[in-house]
T-cell receptor
Framework: ETGVTQTPRHLVMGMTNKKSLKCEQHLGHNAMYWYKQSAKKPLELMFVYNFKEQTENNSVPSRFSPECPNSSHLFLHLHTLQPEDSALYLC?????????????????FGPGTRLTVL | RKEVEQDPGPFNVPEGATVAFNCTYSNSASQSFFWYRQDCRKEPKLLMSVYSSGNEDGRFTAQLNRASQYISLLIRDSKLSDSATYLCVVKPKSGYALNFGKGTSLLVTP
């Protein structure tokens, strides 16, 4: 088992709902990531936080809102999603320093939340 | 042009076979290279980093050719448990992002 947990594991929501995905890492890492994995597409980076500060937003629509209250927890708040947002949402963490993530730091992934938007 | 390109497969091979996967990347300034493994409906896990001089980990050998922007993974003596999708991953010199290929599917049969 990895040291990164995600809840819920499965989520079905309507386009008008508001829901949140939660990620927690127990590895002492300082960088956390949200990825989206759609069928037939490569993993897409959505957001990066380093020491609780957002360092990358990969042109993600505003209906996805990340929150990082501390280095161990990461949330993804969802509202007014579209059916094409249905995908596997993966959280990851890695070791980092204040200057950023070094080259070979492994990213550890959580099991993901499989989201279906109706 | 896609950042990281892989043959999606599937590669169907018998147990004991040797199989090789290739990957090309478009950003010549890329700094770090990895192979991740993803089992069906599971999260990706690091299989091995890829070093400039090539490296081996048991039955797995990774090679990097920076001039051709090409990475390979060789699996010897395939096991049934090697069945998975193998993701080629490239990290640019700056930023935090990892660029993932779509993955190559491997099925090892008895």
């Amino acid at each position: 088992e990895t040291g990164v947990t995600q809840t819920p594991r499965h989520l079905v929501m309507g386009m008008t709902n508001k829901k949140s995905l939660k990620c927690e890492q127990h590895l002492g890492h300082n960088a956390m990531y949200w990825y989206k994995q759609s069928a037939k597409k490569p993993l897409e980076l959505m957001f990066v936080y380093n020491f609780k500060e957002q360092t990358e937003n990969n042109s993600v629509p505003s209906r996805f809102s990340p929150e990082c209250p501390n280095s161990s927890h990461l949330f993804l708040h969802l509202h007014t999603l579209q059916p094409e947002d249905s995908a596997l949402y993966l959280c990851a963490s890695s070791q980092s320093g204040l200057a950023g993530v070094s080259s070979y730091n492994e990213q550890f992934f959580g099991p993901g939340t499989r989201l279906t938007v109706l | 042009r896609k950042e990281v390109e892989q043959d999606p497969g599937p590669f169907n091979v018998p147990e004991g076979a040797t199989v090789a996967f290739n990957c090309t990347y478009s950003n010549s300034a890329s700094q770090s290279f990895f192979w991740y493994r993803q089992d069906c409906r599971k999260e990706p896990k690091l299989l091995m980093s890829v070093y400039s001089s090539g490296n081996e980990d048991g039955r797995f050998t990774a090679q990097l050719n920076r001039a051709s922007q090409y990475i390979s993974l060789l699996i010897r003596d395939s096991k049934l448990s090697d069945s998975a999708t193998y993701l080629c991953v490239v990290k640019p010199k700056s930023g935090y992002a990892l660029n993932f290929g779509k993955g190559t599917s491997l099925l090892v049969t008895p």
